[in-house]
């Protein structure tokens, strides 16, 4: 079996990829101030690395008006046109691997969260759009995924949840064991651990990185409420954790992020979590939801990346298309950079 290396997100980057918002679906009267937060963040990001950004067919020239006002270093972005409907490439954009020392990505198959949302099936095409990714050798999975149901450590062991991989809208019911195999051959994984669901309201059904991630191969920051509707939820996630352990036995280090508390203007509960955070190579891009717990999420992230600066983005207008800035990310790997760490 070749040998594939799935970066952990805190490896360096060579690019983080993202896509212009323009859904006014998702995003009802919310577009000025989501882009607002798009240019800090791409400003942000353009001091290390390189920013893909996807935009619509005849909007680079207004997109690049709107980033030369925020001041962004231009000669660090690159942007590519393509017809996508949502800004969700965690989702339906590539997962990048290094397969036998080549750059590669697998290409999931989305289907709009369980044919949930017919106006963004047309995503699981933007990828054959762009001719950037060419050079990269690409594996089509052959079945349904979406890159924020997965969470890696770099070292082997994957987290993601039954509610969603095991739902009968992704493949019918595909066993686990038949994902698990599938899991080692695209992505090099020894060990799969299985969290039970995700986050109330949560429309992709229980995507992990809205309650777990890997800040370090042996640590989890994983989240949690002492009350509320999600508490049984995170209480059963939490049990699941406790029991685990890597792909050589041994346990891991948990630390709990407090949940926000945030209902849409109808009054539901939104599915808001600071575990939507995005390791970059200098910065942690840590989603703010107006709460009082947005403080003591950064603090918590601060320690977990001292050497890293720590931007709140503020979420309170994404969080309305159910998601929030690691959705709205992709990183790809420094792949110069895998190749030594793996050699």
């Avoid at 270093?73 to 954009?93: F, K, S």
């Avoid at 690409?138 to 890159?147: H, I, K, L, S, W």
Wanted: net charge negative; proline share 5%; with cysteine.
């Amino acid at each position: 079996m070749k040998k594939v290396v799935f970066s952990p997100e805190w490896a360096r980057h060579s690019a983080t990829w993202l896509a212009w918002p323009h859904d006014a679906e998702s995003f009802p009267d919310r577009i000025p101030a989501i882009e607002r937060e798009y240019v800090r963040m791409i400003g942000a990001l353009a001091k290390s690395e390189t920013v893909k950004l996807i935009v619509r067919r005849l909007q680079k020239k207004e997109v690049v008006e709107k980033l030369a006002t925020g001041k962004v270093r231009m000669t660090n972005v690159e942007l590519y046109e393509a017809d996508y409907a949502d800004v969700w490439i965690r989702d339906w954009g590539p997962t990048f691997v290094n397969a036998a020392s080549q750059q590669a990505f697998v290409k999931w198959t989305y289907n709009a969260y369980g044919n949930q949302f017919p106006e963004l099936l047309k995503d699981d095409n933007v990828i054959d759009q762009l001719p950037a990714l060419e050079k990269f050798a690409r594996t089509d999975a052959g079945f349904v995924m979406e890159g924020g149901a997965i969470e890696g450590n770099g070292a082997g062991t994957l987290l993601t949840t039954e509610e969603c991989l095991l739902n009968i809208n992704r493949n019918a019911g595909m066993p686990r064991e038949h994902l698990e195999g599938r899991f080692a051959e695209l992505l090099g994984t020894q060990k799969v651990i299985w969290l039970k669901r995700g986050i109330l309201n949560d429309h992709t059904n229980g995507h992990v990185d809205e309650i777990a991630r890997f800040v370090a191969p042996d640590t989890i920051l994983y989240a949690w409420t002492e009350y509320g509707e999600n508490h049984d939820i995170m209480r059963e996630n939490r049990e699941v954790l406790e029991q685990a352990t890597d792909s050589n036995g041994r346990p891991f280090k948990l630390i709990p992020l407090p949940l926000p508390k945030l209902k849409y203007d109808w009054g539901e509960q939104a599915p808001a979590s600071y575990c939507n955070f995005y390791i970059a190579n200098t910065i942690v891009f840590v989603p703010e939801f107006g709460h009082e717990n947005d403080e003591v999420a950064k603090a918590i992230l601060r320690a977990a990346f001292p050497e890293r600066t720590i931007l709140g983005i503020d979420s309170t207008d994404l969080i309305y298309g159910g998601g929030s800035v690691h959705c709205i990310t992709q990183q790809e790997p420094d792949f110069s950079a895998v190749a030594r760490a793996s050699a």
